[in-house]
T-cell receptor, first 113, second 112 residues
Framework: DGGITQSPKYLFRKEGQNVTLSCEQN?????MYWYRQDPGQGLRLIYY???????QKGDIAEGYSVSREKKESFPLTVTSAQKNPTAFYLC????????????FGPGTRLLVL | GQQVMQIPQYQHVQEGEDFTTYCNSS?????IQWYKQRPGGHPVFLIQ?????EVKKQKRLTFQFGEAKKNSSLHITATQTTDVGTYFC????????????FGRGTSLIVHP
């Protein structure tokens, strides 16, 4: 089946710890995105990538880092510099043309202990 | 910052009543997309509107793009409990990158 997978579904982070969220897609999409969702805030863009080995900051990139070593994979690291990391993290992918319709993964819920 | 304002933030309806959510932009849009997110789920693409005054229907859902391409609406006729969720509009970021920027969403609660 074609689609986007994210793991883990739930993740707990201790204070001062970096954690990495996985995102894999087999849709052959060039572009991949990371969004953060908080209640009542909608979806806010953290980082996006349009090609392997290149990525750009979104609206709320501080405290996060990404890599794009393979077309299929776009992992997100939540660093200890992110002071309020508890949120629902959504990964998406799209083609570069045609309005960039977003195909989302199931999401990862991150909770700070 | 936000490129689009979406209202209302919440809407409670009795099953069978109609529902409408609106997205408004201060700038002319090249297109607008609508997504639905069920409780506990992830957003799913519903439709994209491109043309001025465009109206598209999907069963009980009617999507409209304004004549000036600055606003859009999603109307659901005779809501059902399966319509529960949050409906988001998304518009291209100004400046040409075409990355969609999402509105804050309208959460629809349907009371049986």
């Amino acid at each position: 089946d074609g689609g986007i997978t994210q793991s883990p579904k739930y993740l707990f982070r201790k204070e001062g710890q970096n954690v990495t969220l996985s995102c894999e897609q087999n849709l052959n999409h060039d572009a991949m995105y990371w969004y953060r969702q908080d209640p009542g805030q909608g979806l806010r863009l953290i980082y996006y990538s349009q090609i392997v080995n290149d990525f750009q900051k979104g609206d709320i990139a501080e405290g996060y880092s990404v890599s794009r070593e393979k077309k299929e994979s776009f992992p997100l690291t939540v660093t200890s510099a992110q002071k309020n990391p508890t949120a629902f993290y959504l990964c998406a992918s799209s083609m570069l043309a045609g309005g960039r319709t977003q195909y989302f993964g199931p999401g990862t819920r991150l909770l700070v202990l | 910052g936000q490129q689009v304002m979406q209202i209302p933030q919440y809407q409670h309806v009795q099953e069978g009543e109609d529902f409408t959510t609106y997205c408004n932009s201060s700038t002319t849009l090249s297109n607008i997309q609508w997504y639905k997110q069920r409780p506990g789920g992830h957003p799913v693409f519903l439709i994209q509107l491109v043309k001025s005054g465009e109206v598209k229907k999907q069963k009980r859902l009617t999507f409209q793009f304004g004549e000036a391409k600055k606003n859009s609406s999603l109307h659901i006729t005779a809501t059902q409990t399966t319509d529960v969720g949050t409906y988001f509009c998304a518009v291209p970021v100004s400046g040409g990158s075409y990355i969609p920027t999402f509105g804050r969403g309208t959460s629809l609660i349907v009371h049986p």
